[in-house]
Each structure stands twice: as structure tokens, then as C-alpha cells.
């Protein structure tokens, strides 16, 4: 079975800085998908950022970066220069390649210091 | 483009009570998908169509759940019978094409609360 497991429920980055958060997942399978989701208070979820599986280079979007470490199982999103305008819940997400059904964790709620 | 849409956002109703739920996709976005959300967790799978057929769904999706996509454009999720266990935020989403390399856009949401 897939499952994907937040650690942090709760992080906190000061405007302007770096933060880390972290992911962790577990599936046999060895070609999926793993995904970023930002969910900003009751407004939809929208995707951050996708890393392939089979893709050694980590993933990029502007001032979002992954640490992807298959053999470890771990997923971690890099947020650098923090805006206010990051904070949100974070969802970490797995598919397989054919994209029928995702498993999301369980959520790390991003604060946001001015 | 006007997103995923979703109505109600909002629904009190008794225990008991049948529910529907109605979501418009992206304009041809073939796939379309309902998700669960309950405070404090993420998402959870209920079910997908691909156009008009419904391809798979989730042992979440008890007997008192059906949903459908007649002729492949808007989707209703009706929940009947409902149980104070089925209060949680019910996310459509859609997608162009098949296949975890499409972006998967998402709905707001509907919520409802079983009281």
C-alpha cells in the first residue's frame, strides 16, 4: 500500500528566508509521481510543484525546489525567499504514472513571519 | 478559463438526509475526480471518470454514495442516508488527458455538516 507521511504539522519561516518541508513516502512500485500541493485558507488546492520518479535531477519552479532521495523515500520542498503569500497547507502527494488516484499526507500548515 | 466549480459550498443538513453535490470541470478536461477531506487530514481518493464512465472507485464510496458524469461534462456526488461521519469537505477536481504528468486542477470544495 502507498502511503505518504508528514512529520511537521506546523512550520514557521521568517519573510525572506529558507524552509524545508519535509516528506516521506512508501510504495513498491518504481514508476510514479511524487507532488507539492499548496492549499490556502478556502481556497483550492494548486499544484507547487511534480518531481518524476525516474528523474534523477530535483525539481525547480521559480523559489520552490525538491530534494528527492528515491532510495531514502524522501520528498522535501524547499521554499526560498519566503513572501507572505506562501503561507498555506502543504500537502505532499504520490501517483503512479497513470494518475487515477493520488495519496496525500496529512499536512504541514506553513506560517509566514513579517 | 473559469476553473473547477463547485455547488454548494456549504450544506447543513439533518442526519439522514440525502445530499448532492455538483461539479463543473475545466471545459473538456476529460477526467474528472472526487476527493474527501476531513479536518486535519489530506485528501483522500473517492473516485475518477474518464468522459462518461466511472473507471474506479474507492471502499470509501459506501452503498449510500453513487456519482455520475452524464455525458462527460458536470458530475453530481449524492450521499444518501447521511451519517454525522460523512461531515467533511468534498473536493472535484479534472484534468486533459490521463496520466500523473497532467496537472489535476482543483475545485474549492463543497463543504457539508451533518448535524
Known amino acids: 500500500a502507498q502511503t505518504v507521511t508528514q512529520s511537521q504539522p506546523e512550520m514557521s519561516v521568517q519573510e525572506a528566508e529558507t524552509v524545508t518541508l519535509s516528506c516521506t513516502y512508501d510504495t513498491s512500485e518504481s514508476d510514479y509521481y511524487l507532488f507539492w500541493y499548496k492549499q490556502p485558507p478556502s481556497r483550492q488546492m494548486i499544484l507547487v510543484i511534480r518531481?518524476?520518479?525516474?528523474?534523477?535531477q530535483n525539481a525547480t519552479e521559480n523559489r520552490f525546489s525538491v530534494n528527492f532521495q528515491k532510495a531514502a523515500k524522501s520528498f522535501s520542498l524547499k521554499i526560498s525567499d519566503s513572501q507572505l503569500g506562501d503561507a498555506a497547507m502543504y500537502f505532499c502527494a504520490y501517483s503512479l504514472r497513470t494518475g487515477n488516484q493520488f495519496y496525500f499526507g496529512t499536512g504541514t500548515s506553513l506560517t509566514v513571519i513579517p | 478559463d473559469t476553473g473547477v466549480s463547485q455547488d454548494p459550498r456549504h450544506k447543513i443538513t439533518k442526519r439522514g438526509q440525502n445530499v448532492t453535490f455538483r461539479c463543473d470541470p475545466i471545459s473538456e478536461h476529460n477526467r474528472l475526480y472526487w476527493y474527501r477531506q476531513t479536518l486535519g487530514q489530506g485528501p483522500e481518493f473517492l473516485t475518477y471518470f474518464q468522459n462518461e464512465a466511472q473507471l474506479e472507485k474507492s471502499r470509501l464510496l459506501s452503498d449510500r454514495f453513487s456519482a455520475e458524469r452524464p455525458k462527460g461534462s458536470f458530475s453530481t456526488l449524492e450521499i444518501q442516508r447521511t451519517e454525522q461521519g460523512d461531515s467533511a469537505m468534498y473536493l472535484c477536481?479534472?484534468?486533459?488527458?490521463?496520466?500523473?504528468?497532467?496537472?489535476?486542477?482543483f475545485g474549492e470544495g463543497s463543504w457539508l455538516t451533518v448535524v
Open positions: 477536481a479534472s484534468s486533459l488527458g490521463t496520466g500523473a504528468r497532467n496537472t489535476i486542477y
Open positions: 518531481q518524476e520518479a525516474y528523474k534523477q
